[in-house]
């Protein structure tokens, strides 16, 4: 088997993925607007996040995010999230730390480290679909080594013009290929699921 790793990312138009879901999620190089997905309600997000997730079978998340899903999702297994919250309590979750010492309580736990590029061949082999959500520093390295095949983006109408954003100068060049026709909701929000490709960016000059 050789499963695929798929990147789950909320970011605003200018690509800010950082800390969306509260206000004291990611308030790191002084980020003011920690919490702007939570405030910006989107009816039909949902539904394409349970669609997206139809066949995850594990969860690779950075320590911050490890975290804070650590403390809140074993407590929502009912009502509205409740449905996410029992996958994500049944599948193993994969923390990519090198914090030998870091105590994983959440059930199903596993802590990599080291080789980044060894750990996710041997997910690929473990796994049909792994799933990084958030954790936008783990992001960084995985799109730097090209260590994904299925970038997802919830792209909300919202300029911060500082923060965290999905890609930083370290990003592998590569072309991505749209792998079907952008999802948009009434609240203005779109998806974009983009599929990793071999190729790399063509420089030419345009003839009069």
């Known amino acids: ?57 594990a969860l690779l998340l950075g320590r911050r995010t490890y975290d804070i899903f650590a ?58 679909e792994v799933h990084v959500i958030g954790s936008i520093d783990l992001v960084h390295s995985l799109l730097a080594e090209g260590l994904f095949d299925e970038l997802n983006l919830w792209v909300y109408p919202i300029l911060l013009g500082a923060g965290k954003k999905v890609f930083d100068d370290g990003a592998l060049p590569s072309v991505l290929t749209l792998l079907e026709p952008p999802v948009p909701d009434d609240g203005g929000v779109l998806l974009l699921r983009y599929g ?7 420089v030419d000059t345009f003839e009069d």
């Open 71 to 128: 403390g809140y999702w074993p407590q929502h297994t009912d009502g509205p999230s409740g449905e996410i919250g029992r996958l994500f309590n049944r599948v193993p979750k994969y923390v990519a730390t090198r914090d030998a010492a870091l105590a994983l309580d959440w059930e199903g736990s596993v802590r990599v480290g080291g080789d980044l590029e060894a750990e996710i061949a041997d997910l690929r082999t473990r796994h049909e």
């Open 196 to 202: 990793r490709t071999d190729r790399v960016p063509a």
């Open 1 to 57: 088997m050789t499963g695929r790793i798929l990147i789950d990312l909320f970011t605003t138009l200018d690509g800010v993925a950082q800390g969306p879901g509260g206000t004291d999620e990611d308030t790191s190089g002084g980020f003011r607007f920690s919490g702007w997905q939570a405030g910006y309600p989107s009816s039909g997000v949902g539904p394409e996040v349970m669609k997206g997730m139809a066949n995850l079978d």
